[in-house]
């Protein structure tokens, strides 16, 4: 796999493209890797309350805050991203074990 660049070394538009595009083939394979992790989080669970955890939120909102500061990133660009994806998970969440929980009442 050849070396990425910085941004600074881009010398036109056809290299910025090409590192967004390796960019973004990362971002991809992270979220997916995140996504594992939800899967197998609402399995652990036993209904779609638990799916909404206020305080885990905030913990992972705080995290990712952080880490954008330190990266030199706009924290409010990362929490609305990250609110973004979260509630969409939780919205997976809720809806698996809300299907998971009718399975259940059916046998």
């Excluded at 010398?11 to 979220?31: F, K």
């Excluded at 609305?80 to 979260?86: D, F, G, P, Y």
């Excluded at 919205?91 to 009718?102: F, G, P, T």
């Amino acid at each position: 796999m050849s070396e990425h660049k910085q941004a600074s070394d881009c010398v036109d538009m056809s290299d910025v493209r090409a590192e967004i595009d390796r960019l973004d083939h990362v971002l991809i394979d992270a979220m997916a890797e995140r996504f594992g992790y939800v899967e197998r989080a609402w399995q652990l669970k036993s209904s779609p309350e638990e799916a909404t955890v206020p305080w885990r939120i905030q913990q992972v909102i705080d995290k990712v805050r952080a880490r954008a500061e330190e990266k030199d990133f706009s924290p409010e660009l990362a929490e609305a991203l990250w609110r973004q994806m979260i509630g969409w998970f939780i919205q997976y969440e809720e809806k698996k074990l809300s299907a998971a929980d009718s399975a259940k009442k059916d046998t």
